[in-house]
């Protein structure tokens, strides 16, 4: 059991359904994410359609550790292995230059991927289980707060969603600290619990 209380064949039916190209929402150290497989087009089309996100945001991505990041990243620098040495797993997302071949969707022609390893047990949890990166933006129609409970996310999607991981309530707050690693030294684009 994790200490949400999640069990393991609870992950295992979530990353399921991410694997089958459905959506499952999920909590983070902030807000309740809502996951898609990063690598499935058509599951990214669906986060954009239930979110009504406009195609000219890019995706944050989860994934368990460096070497997922590397399948990702066209190059993580020396100063960026060192940020992710400190700070991951954690709330810090890494802006890197994306790798060739990426789904479109996932940096909406930025050339750029976010990557983040995060430290809430069932996010983290989820992409072990699954083993291939997870979306996370907010569990959230554009413009509406981003959900701190299960019932939120139900609430805003109903059926849209597969399956909610009701891991309890989250902290809120302000999400997680990006820094854009594309150049040296990183360049803030949003505070968050982490200060570089």
């Known amino acids: 059991m994790t200490p949400e209380g999640l069990s393991t064949s609870a992950l ?15 909590p983070t150290e902030s807000f309740y994410g809502l996951g ?39 190059e993580i620098s020396p100063g960026a292995r060192g940020l992710l040495a400190r700070h991951w797993p954690g709330p810090l997302t890494l802006v890197l230059r994306a790798a060739p071949g990426l789904p ?10 976010g990557l983040r390893m995060p430290g809430h047990p069932v996010a983290l949890g989820l992409v072990r289980a699954a083993g291939f990166p997870v979306t996370a933006p907010s569990a959230n129609p554009s413009g509406q707060p981003p959900p701190c409970s299960a019932g939120e996310v139900r609430a805003y ?40």
């Open 12 to 26: 295992a039916d979530a990353a399921a359904v991410l694997r089958d190209g459905g959506l499952v929402a999920f």
């Open 36 to 74: 898609a497989r990063a690598m499935d087009p058509r599951a990214l089309a669906r986060v954009f359609s239930v979110k009504g996100r406009p195609d000219s945001k890019p995706l944050l991505v989860l994934v368990d550790g460096v070497t997922m990041a590397e399948t990702l990243a066209a």
């Open 104 to 113: 479109a969707a996932l940096t909406a022609g930025t050339g750029t991927i």
């Open 157 to 196: 999607f109903g059926s849209a969603v597969a399956l909610i991981l009701d891991g309890g309530p989250t902290e809120g707050g302000a999400g997680s600290t990006v820094a854009d690693c594309t150049g040296w030294p990183p360049r803030i684009l949003r505070q968050g619990p982490v200060h570089l």
